[in-house]
């Protein structure tokens, strides 16, 4: 089992420091992008790249065999209300052993472990059975599995293992609910205030529409796992001739979170049918966006992240376990996230399996005074070597 030198533990937690104070909001990853790549070259990756699209990736092993995929993403979400925070968000600020700050749990602190778990490889002369694949992607938070799409079916990465290093407070993640977004728009007819009943008001129709989606909510389906399906309107707004104009449009965005058996034409036919059953004139679609990102690589994304789930007796999960037996001394708990990963895409789109593990509790992304404990991102990068050299023995 390989161990960090004081030395080392020291440069870890400097390289975590650093990249927290490194603003990388969706779409500015460039600054961070570049503090990775360069300290990825510093500590023994074989080779190091920037793609197209401004992933960074590290390559460590035989340049043969089997391929294992560690993938991180480098962006954050914003800070919002600085006054919120008890401390400056790009600081990296560290007291009693826990460093806080945007991006600190997720997911800095995992980038960097990453990178010292391969320096752990390198600096004890390990000799792996196939490539060890380093994948810091942009673009995540907007439209998660986007970059690791890209990477996996136009830059021809194609792992056959994939490790996710988003926060799991040093459990196995081995899975997640899926999301949508839909984009429904309710139609009206326009007309003077003065004489409502001489129109359709879309407000109120756009109301029905919405008490449906609250009385369809316990029919959702449910997974032993994973849980309930879900269903919010998290956006609303409407347009009209003027203030005192009844609105002929009604617009909504609506949140829904697919467990297990749930999919996007279910998703979409559960509104369409309390739209026909209320007599409503709506259109309902899956959202999509343009994303550009800091290269200027662009990309048209419909926002539809299926669920996905590991068995737990796969040998990847398997080896996980073994990784962090032989690491830290204990039997890992077995956990899944609330939030939608880039396993949306590695294994709910392309099959391949897909397990998470990482330092930061999931009850620190996005909020304020976000962090991460620094003794569980030593941790992390123990489990990162080891769990290599379960997955490509020599």
């Known amino acids: 089992m390989q161990t960090l030198t004081t030395s080392d533990m020291q440069e870890l937690v400097e390289l975590a420091v650093k990249l927290v104070q490194t603003p990388s909001v969706s779409g500015q990853?460039?600054?961070?992008?570049?503090?990775?790549?360069?300290a990825m070259k510093r500590h023994g990756f074989h080779d190091v790249w920037t793609d197209r699209m401004g992933n960074v990736i590290g390559r460590y092993g035989a340049g043969r065999g089997p391929r294992l995929l560690f993938d991180g993403h480098m962006d954050t979400i914003d800070v919002g209300d600085r006054g919120a925070w008890s401390r400056d968000p790009f600081a990296g600020v560290v007291e009693d052993g826990i460093l806080y700050g945007r991006g600190a749990a997720d997911m800095k602190a995992a980038l960097a472990a990453m990178i010292f778990g391969v320096k752990l490889l390198a600096e004890s002369g390990t000799q792996l059975g196939g490539?060890?694949?380093v994948a810091f992607v942009v673009q995540e938070e907007p439209c998660e599995g986007m970059a690791a799409q890209v990477l996996c079916e136009e830059e021809g990465l194609a792992p056959d293992f994939v490790v996710l290093g988003e926060p799991t407070n040093l459990a196995i993640a081995l899975g997640q609910r899926g999301r949508i977004e839909l984009d429904v728009t309710v139609h009206g007819r326009s007309g003077h205030a003065a004489a409502p009943q001489q129109a359709v008001n879309a407000i109120n129709a756009a109301a029905r529409l919405i008490f449906g989606i609250e009385l369809l909510q316990p029919s959702l389906l449910t997974d032993p796992v994973l849980g309930q399906g879900t269903i919010a309107v998290t956006h609303i707004s409407s347009t009209a001739g003027s203030r005192n104009a009844i609105p002929d449009r009604c617009d909504l965005v609506v949140d829904r979170r697919l467990?297990?058996?749930?999919?996007?034409a279910r998703a979409v036919n559960e509104l369409q049918q309390i739209s026909r059953r209320e007599g409503l004139h709506a259109d309902i679609a899956t959202t999509e966006i343009t994303v550009q990102t800091y290269t200027g690589f662009v990309r048209r994304v419909r926002k539809y992240y299926p669920p996905w789930l590991m068995p737990e007796k796969s040998p990847l999960v398997r080896a996980a376990v073994r990784a962090v037996e032989r690491s830290l001394g204990y039997s890992p708990r077995l956990t899944t996230w609330q939030f939608s990963t880039d396993g949306a895409y590695t294994l709910g789109t392309a099959g391949i399996p897909t397990i998470g593990f990482g330092p930061g509790d999931e009850r620190h992304v996005h909020t304020v005074n976000e962090q991460v404990v620094l003794a569980d991102?030593?941790?992390?990068?123990?489990?990162?070597?080891?769990?290599?050299?379960?997955?490509?023995?020599?």
């Open 29 to 38: 990853e460039s600054a961070v992008a570049q503090l990775l790549a360069a």
């Open 131 to 133: 490539d060890l694949f």
């Open 259 to 264: 467990t297990l058996g749930e999919t996007e």
């Open 377 to 394: 991102v030593t941790r992390a990068a123990r489990v990162y070597a080891q769990l290599a050299q379960e997955l490509l023995p020599a």
